[in-house]
């Protein structure tokens, strides 16, 4: 029995068991339902936003048209040098415009913000909202119906790319993929583990009660991804919460080119991971080439090397998982075909996300040096 043999056989069945864990994330991560009556809770919904004279009308607008009868809106200007603070001003009164106060020493700039904006919060429901996100007229009613309905204090949505650059369009879909493809998210609902929680900054829902007493952004003012470190401090204080396909609620550009996309994940990668070295190692050189692979091999063909029969059938399964993660995600269909290219892509910006953690090396985010370096490991149990 060749190796060559033994390894075509693992990859298949490797490929088998991630369409396998797509399918039944699908069952997990799920649409909210039609809301027949709204609820009685106050929403707050707190924009962060730092120089997003392109995106921030739009955000505004659709937070205006929020079917909600009970919500609020505050917009934090975080020391905007461009347009922000007067398209907000122009979009309506009701709409509040903090300033922001200095960066203290040990923040980042999105903790800080994020912090502010619920200082001044008054709603039973904080919802943090991006500046480049847009919100279909039902999507806060749906998230506090799934609070209600499911019992939980923090809901993170799958979110809907709505990029318009060649870039965007074949490497972001990834995201919603790796969720669907690579983590169990039913574990995310039932583990109280809290490093197995997720967020999405875009668009995430926490109830005041929770964000309070799980410390919120301050609990770890200086960790560079305050989306997923805000949802493990959550869970770490004893609350649940639930991970739903919010593709129909809300949008979000994410980042535009090549370099703002290898930028923004190299910043967060490896702290999405939670500075894990060995889980990143595996990801980065051993996940992510083998998801890749069968494509490689089949360009290969082109070129002369033998292709045998199962190597077409693990890019028949590749094709197949990344069909339903992208329908889901209502990305385009074309961009599967450079499924190859967007794994290896993001193994690369993971292995050097990791690098520049380890290294103490800064990086330059929304014109402010960050450096990502991982302080000692902590049991979050224990600090909530």
Known sequence: MSWDFIFGRFLTLLLVTQLGLILWNLRVVTRPGKVKSHSSKKASLLIPARNEEGFIGDCVRSLLRQDHPNIEIIVLDDHSTDRTRTIVESVGESVKVLSSAPIPKGWTGKNWACHQLSQHATGDVLFFVDADAVLEPIAVSSVLKVMENEKVDL?????????????????????????????????????????IALAFGPFIGVSQLAYRESGGHAAHPGHIVDDVQLARSVKAAGYHQRLINGT?????????????????????????????????????????PLLALPFLRLMAGFFGAAVPMEVLWQVVLLILGRFITSTIGRDPLWGVMFHPFAMIFWGATLFWSMTLALTGRQIQWKSRAYTTKPQARKNLREEN
């Open 155 to 195: 809901v993170a949505s799958l979110l809907r790319n709505r990029g318009v650059s060649f870039a965007s369009r074949i490497l972001l879909p990834i995201v919603n993929h790796a969720v669907l493809a690579l983590f169990p998210a039913s574990l995310v609902h039932r583990s109280s583990n809290p490093d």
């Open 248 to 288: 129909d609620l809300a949008a979000t550009t994410w980042y535009s080119g090549v370099v703002d996309i290898w930028k923004g994940f190299s910043k967060n990668a490896y702290g999405a991971l939670s500075y894990r070295t060995s889980l990143s190692l595996i990801t980065a050189l051993l996940i992510a």
